[in-house]
């Protein structure tokens, strides 16, 4: 009959009654590892490793002769250091009789240090023969926590160790970023300066150090990274930094004209733009030192567009329709002071019918238009609707000189001569108005 024997070497040794030392830790008689387990399979009892053996008894099942029969008492004899519960005492050689208490129990039925050592018996113990769990595989690897994908664990017997990889360091916990400092700013262009700071410390992120040394426009103050700005006087303008003054030039002008008056000025920037601000070339006979215009030279005409050979000169600079037209009046006056104007400067008042020509983008007040005022039809009767079909606009549309003024005519309304008949070029509108209405709304532009 095989019954479970459970052997531990109790601390306390009989022979000497000294207590028993213990140096190490998870072997037969020593103290259990802190988290409850020994080594070679052995088991943790009461915090101390013992060793579950089977335990085979002798062939024919004989107990001591001081054993009663039927029965498992705990039983001592005189000189036995033995203690069991509910088991027959170890014979000496299988032959039945009582083991001697100086004698050493066979090798095959248990491992014994010593004649005293004590026993102790049980039948219900399960054991656990893993070793103690790695500190690496416990944390789950923490030495890559910090973005060093390549760093491993190593355990060293109280803890672990990282192994980093280039330009990380173990800080003690994790394979943490290097940083380096006093690294120069690069890349500082013409009229520019740093804004705060030439040098600044960077940390690598895996695959190169941050931030970037190289250089970059911003106005803000900062010291992480490497900042730079416009010196007094200078202004960025998206590549580099530029004086806060220029001189502007003009584009070509068009043929048969001169600069009136300059073809360059010079500009300042006022934090957000240029002042006075960029031009395109005009015709004009107004000067001007700060834009572009020019006026047709000796023996050339403006026609509404451009620049043409013409005879018209001095108070008459602009030829249309085969006519020299002067510059409007820039004071609205009477129907008879118009005409004593026009007198003064060596012309006269256009026709109804001449100004017509001079409407642009309003067709039926346009020369040949179903507007029906004209030289040859001057009544009241003749007037439309047709001759007002066009809407207000103060960008100069409805004239080829870009007027936007009342202008007289030097017809009068033939069934009511108190009107004259005039054009309004901010609408492109053909009407008659009083001659002498005060204050007068009509300007002139004068023809020879």
Request: one cysteine or more; glycine letters at 8%; hydrophobic letters at 25%.
């Amino acid at each position: 009959m095989k019954k479970k024997l459970i052997i531990t070497v109790l601390s306390l040794i009989c022979a000497g009654c000294s207590v028993f030392s213990l140096s190490e830790k998870g072997d037969v008689g020593e103290p259990c590892f802190q988290n409850g387990t020994c080594k070679n399979g052995l088991e943790c009892i009461d915090n101390t490793c013992v060793k579950i053996q089977e335990n085979i008894s002798d062939s024919d099942d004989q107990t001591d002769s001081d054993q009663t029969a039927g029965t498992d008492p705990d039983i001592q004899d005189e000189d036995d250091h033995w203690t069991g519960n509910e088991q027959d005492i170890i014979p000496d050689d299988n032959t039945g009789e009582d083991a001697d208490p100086d004698d050493t129990a066979s090798e095959t039925d248990m491992d014994l240090n010593d004649t005293d050592n004590f026993q102790v018996f049980d039948n219900d113990i399960d054991h656990d023969d893993s070793d103690p769990v790695s500190k690496c595989t416990e944390l789950g690897n923490p030495c890559n926590d910090s973005g060093d994908t390549t760093a491993y664990c190593t355990d060293n017997g109280t803890g672990y160790e990282c192994n980093c990889s280039v330009n990380y360091t173990d800080n003690g916990t994790t394979c943490a970023a290097d940083t380096r400092t006093d690294q120069s700013c690069t890349g500082l262009p013409a009229n520019a300066e740093w804004n705060t700071v030439s040098g600044i410390s960077q940390t690598w992120n895996g695959t190169a150090w941050q931030p970037d040394t190289a250089g970059y426009y911003n106005e803000t103050p900062g010291t992480a990274d490497c900042r730079f700005k416009c010196t007094a006087d200078h202004h960025w303008d998206g590549t580099g930094c530029i004086s806060d003054n220029r001189t502007f030039n003009c584009a070509a002008k068009p043929a048969n004209s001169e600069w009136n008056t300059v073809s360059s000025y010079a500009q300042t920037w006022n934090g957000s733009s240029w002042t006075p601000p960029d031009s395109t070339p005009s015709y004009s006979l107004t000067g001007s030192s700060d834009s572009c215009r020019y006026k047709c030279s000796a023996g050339n005409a403006w026609n509404g567009s451009e620049c043409v050979a013409s005879s018209c000169s001095g108070s008459f600079p602009y030829t249309y329709g085969s006519l020299c037209w002067s510059e409007p009046t820039s004071t609205p006056m009477t129907w008879s002071n118009a005409g004593t104007h026009c007198s003064s400067i060596g012309g006269r008042l256009p026709t109804i019918s001449e100004l017509r020509k001079l409407i642009k983008n309003c067709p039926a007040t346009q020369t040949g238009g179903s507007c029906g005022v004209t030289d040859t039809c001057l009544a009241g009767t003749c007037f439309s609707s047709a001759c007002e079909q066009c809407t207000d606009a103060d960008d100069g549309r409805y004239s080829v000189f870009g007027d936007k003024q009342w202008l007289w005519s030097s017809q009068d309304n033939s069934l009511y001569t108190a009107n004259a008949w005039y054009v309004n070029f901010k609408s492109g509108r053909v009407y008659n108005g009083d001659k002498n209405y005060t204050p007068a709304n009509y300007d002139v532009r004068c023809v020879k």
